[in-house]
């Protein structure tokens, strides 16, 4: 049995990047995944690496939102009904963190974390010669409610050390004058960038053959041996890796990894879906969030991403139509020349992001077992705070002092 000193469930950007700093940190490291490394929830983002993104899925307003978008299948928010008492306690704990105080007691932590991450992912895109656009992002908004709303965010950015901007529509229009606009106005935040989140994870592994990293693909963890309260090894496809210390970074789907050490971790998958558009009706030169609809706009190089909507519904990728044509349908109620028609019949990607009920990510080691560290749940942010998140696990697995306080990520708080 090969024996390493740190095995990572997952091959993801956060299972990949655990894997680059820990190599990086002299660790021989194994990285098992499931899949193929040609798609997952990495591959199919809006590409964002975005500071501007501090306020937690779990959010005041967003659970009567949430009810009413429930009475819609089309709606940006969607919660399927079902019999199920792991969601039923993670739709009580989504509720119970839908408060002012605790987007109060978890901003800054969020935007310390991309602050953080959006320097080394800047790093690592340097070091891959991809390009890493530093652009900016407006939230363009079409109702007086929203964007007064959105207003009060980027004041609360700039207390935070990201820089907000409000836009009137001949700003927004000076700024971007290649897309036609229906909107009142909206805000930029200038410090957020965005990369091809594709080629970034299809380039990431060239990082770590230098290093004394090792990916398995097709390699689903079935079986772990556990003795005296730390994991000795697990198993893949009939064998058997032993390692000191383990990394669970399968996103969504580590929950069912996580019953079989006899650990429940309250997190759902939250469906979303993405379509790539090539030569569309006109390519913006920066990216957008459209904040009613909670649509996402990514120009990458040879063509625009559309990305939106949230279905909590279990582990199931399947393209719901009615869902996805929906989330495409209110793009012009945005952006006029993208038409519904034109974009209707494009492939759908569908994948699950990994939500936790509070709204911040799992990074921590667990109380059961010493030797596994918790790196999962981080929603719409997992492009962001990938790195961040890697860089925080190496520094876990060293036991040193970490780049920032997580205390409120622990692996232990449910």
Known sequence: MKHYDVIVIGGGIVGLSSAYYLGK?????????KGNGTDGCSFGNAGYVSPSHFIPLSSPGIVSKGLKWMMSSDSPFYLKPRLNLDLARWGWQFMQHATDQHVSASKKLLADLSILSRSLHKEIAEELKLNFREEGIVMLCNTEKTLKHEIEIGEMAADLGVPAKTMS????????????????????????????????????????????????YGAAVTKFNNVGGKIQSVQANSIDYSADQFVMAAGSFSPPLMKKLGLRLLLEPGKGYSVDWVNPASMPSVSYIFVEARVAITPLADRVRLAGTMEIGGLNEHVNMTRAHGFL?????????????KIKDLPIWAGLRPCSPDG???????????????????????????????????????????????????????
């Open 329 to 341: 349908r209110s793009i012009q109620n945005y952006f006029p020349d993208y038409e519904f028609e």
């Open 169 to 216: 529509m001949n700003e927004l229009d000076a700024l971007d004058p290649n897309v036609k606009k229906n909107a009142l106005g909206g805000v930029f935040f200038p410090q957020d960038a965005f990369t091809d989140p594709k080629i970034f994870m299809k380039q990431l592994p060239s990082l770590l053959k230098p290093l004394d990293v090792t990916i398995e």
């Open 25 to 33: 940190a002299g660790k021989s490291v194994l990285v098992l995944d």
């Open 360 to 414: 911040l990510p799992y990074v921590g080691r667990t109380r059961k077992y010493k030797n596994l560290i918790l790196a999962t749940g981080h929603a719409m942010l997992g492009f962001t705070l990938g790195p961040a998140t890697g860089k925080l696990v190496m520094e876990i697995a060293l036991e040193e002092k970490t780049s920032l306080e997580i205390g409120m990520l622990s692996a232990n708080r449910y």
